[in-house]
């Protein structure tokens, strides 16, 4: 596609349960972020990829935190056993192969997580 | 650790008059800095970044902003807004290959 595709845009989970969220990045690009972004903050990082290689997940909050992008495309985050906390919007950017550290990041429009 | 200051959680602005958006980061080598906007509902989008050369930068709908080394600032401006520019803006650095982020500004446009 022509930009990044993020799925679901909205998600209800009750406390407890296992959500995956789904980011598609454009077409290429080698390098993929996830960010979490809380009501009335700034996005904080979660995890870094490169091709299928997770570089970084030290912003991950939790071990109930996962991240995987197997081939190198398209990207997963797992929360299990979701916790009110959990509650955000979920951003996932991608950058092209030797964007970093000057190039733009290309964001999708975010999955919001609302935990009950 | 890196990390940005946005000190302003909301601005409220006239249409048609002048914008400043203040902006600090904390790196100590050469920054490269960004500023992003993001509409309700939106993903964030760049308006424009600072990496070298000309501390004057210019963006696109009109934004521009200014590296001043001596006050580790990157602040935003626009000589006059416009009602469509409400929304939240994002002020970043990357030290290393990390994007920080700030916590936003949210801009409020009375007609």
């Known amino acids: 596609g022509a930009g990044v595709s993020q799925s679901p845009r909205y998600k209800v989970a009750k406390r407890g349960q296992d959500v995956a969220l789904r980011c598609d990045p454009i077409?290429?690009?080698?390098?993929l972020f996830w960010y979490q972004q809380a009501l009335g903050q700034g996005p904080e990082f979660l995890t870094y990829?490169?091709?299928?290689?997770?570089?970084?997940k030290s912003g991950l909050p939790s071990d109930r935190f996962f991240a995987e992008r197997p081939e190198g495309s398209v990207s997963t985050l797992k929360i299990q056993r979701t916790q009110q906390e959990d509650s955000a919007v979920y951003l996932c950017?991608?950058?092209?192969?030797?964007?970093?550290?000057?190039?733009?990041?290309?964001f999708g429009e975010g999955s919001r997580l609302t935990v009950l | 650790a890196q990390s940005v200051t946005q000190p302003d959680i909301h601005i409220t602005v006239s249409e048609g008059a002048s914008l400043e958006l203040r902006c600090n980061y904390s790196y100590g080598a050469t920054p490269y800095l960004f500023w992003y906007v993001q509409s309700p509902g939106q993903g964030l989008q760049l308006l424009l970044k600072?990496?070298?050369?000309?501390?004057l930068v210019q963006g696109i709908k009109g934004f521009e902003a200014e590296f001043k080394r001596s006050q580790s600032s990157f602040n935003l401006r626009k000589p006059s807004v416009h009602w469509s520019d409400a929304a939240e803006y994002f002020c970043a650095e990357v030290g290393s290959y990390i994007p920080t982020f700030g916590r936003g500004t949210s801009l409020i446009v009375h007609p």
């Open positions: 950017a991608s950058i092209p192969i030797g964007g970093l550290p000057t190039g733009e990041l290309f």
């Open positions: 600072y990496f070298s050369g000309d501390t």
């Open positions: 990829f490169q091709n299928e290689a997770q570089l970084d």
């Open positions: 077409s290429g690009h080698v390098s």
